[in-house]
């Protein structure tokens, strides 16, 4: 076997500080989605254990506050909304139509708080919970938005870590949710992002973490098992996934990208079957997807953006190969359901309730 490449932890920590201060001309269209950036920029900060050396204790409080002030309210109740790109500069501080909270920037919002070690003094956590059911469809899906949107098994999966960290499942109809997951499951044995969708390894992920979120709930227990024949189908779909270059591609038959190196390898260990993926394999892969000035990229000699960064480490702390005396590649562990790690989600879980404020 070659020498392993080393992880480049500075390398990565630096790219990402730099993406919270602005982005580079490759990643302009996520701009809109400041939030889900700051998300992966800090997330990768926070795995790498270089948030409080990477930044200063004014960057972490002005990080804080810009991103309490995505937090708004309306009828539909309250979120955080994607950024202020749409809000302009004469507005007397209404809403339009067009800013309104996201469950997705919502959720992220929620982890980033909990990465900079927030008490969650401001959350309007009864506005949330209306949210929740604002955007809660007949057919038990989540739209993106209030007002519409996408509407899959991502915004599903939102919904259902927000309710779970705020300890409160009252905003969701969870049987109509349930069994609109169990109608994206797909002949192949992955979840496709719909009903009669063609399976996604992403889409997988979401709709398994969102049933083990809600396992624990008294008398849904039953119905959020898969039985032994649907794992054993699941299973053998994500690990036929891991392709020859030991990445995982997200569809039958398509390249492999370091993002589903996560999204499989995440949905493998749920299902309590991680020890059956190449993990050396898949680590060698994502070394080569390191660029020489920091940051993953999708694919080896592709450009590095927050998103496969952050992504491609998360997974090598849920699922860690064996590098011997390499101690770039030791990172903490991960809670692979609500996508943190183990001691921010744990952060999250004591302060983000409502009964945080009576403690």
Request: charged share 20%.
């Amino acid at each position: 076997m070659s020498n392993p490449l080393p992880l480049a932890r500075g390398g990565h920590g630096a790219h990402c500080s730099r993406c919270l201060i602005a982005l580079p001309s490759s990643q302009v269209e996520v701009d809109p989605s400041r939030i889900a950036v700051a998300f992966y920029c800090l997330g990768t900060l926070d795995i790498l254990e270089l948030l409080n050396s990477k930044s200063s204790e004014h960057d972490r409080e002005s990080w804080r506050s810009w991103l309490w002030e995505q937090q708004i309210s309306g009828p539909w109740g309250a979120g955080f909304r994607p950024s202020t790109y749409v809000t302009p500069e004469e507005s007397s501080g209404g809403l339009s139509d067009y800013d309104v909270p996201h469950l997705v920037m919502t959720y992220t919002a929620l982890i980033s708080l909990a990465i900079l070690r927030d008490e969650f003094s401001n959350l309007d956590r009864s506005g949330i919970i209306c949210l929740l059911r604002s955007c809660q469809k007949e057919d038990g899906s989540f739209s993106a938005l209030p007002t519409g949107g996408e509407s899959d098994l991502r915004m599903l999966y939102c919904a259902f870590v927000i309710s779970s960290l705020l300890d409160d499942w009252s905003g969701i109809d969870v049987d109509r949710a349930i069994e609109y997951i169990r109608r994206c499951y797909t002949y192949e044995g992955g979840y496709g992002q719909t009903p009669n969708g063609e399976a996604l390894g992403g889409t997988t992920y979401c709709a398994l973490a969102a049933l083990q979120l809600v396992s624990g709930m008294q008398a849904r227990s039953s119905s959020t098992v898969l039985t032994p024949q649907e794992r054993k189908r699941t299973i053998r779909w994500l690990l036929q996934n891991q392709t020859s270059s030991g990445g995982f591609s997200g569809r039958t038959n398509k390249l492999a990208d370091a993002c589903y190196c996560f999204w499989c390898g995440a949905a493998l260990s749920i299902l309590d079957a991680g020890d059956l993926v190449d993990e050396r394999a898949m680590a060698d892969f994502l070394a080569r997807c390191q660029f020489k000035f920091g940051g993953l990229a999708k694919a080896p000699g592709e450009n590095p953006d927050p998103y496969h960064t952050y992504l491609s480490l998360a997974i090598l702390s849920i699922l860690p190969a064996n590098h011997g005396d390499d101690e770039s590649w030791t990172l903490p562990r991960l809670d692979a359901l609500v996508n943190a790690t183990e001691e921010t989600a744990a952060w999250a879980r004591q302060h983000i309730p409502e009964k945080s404020e009576k403690t």
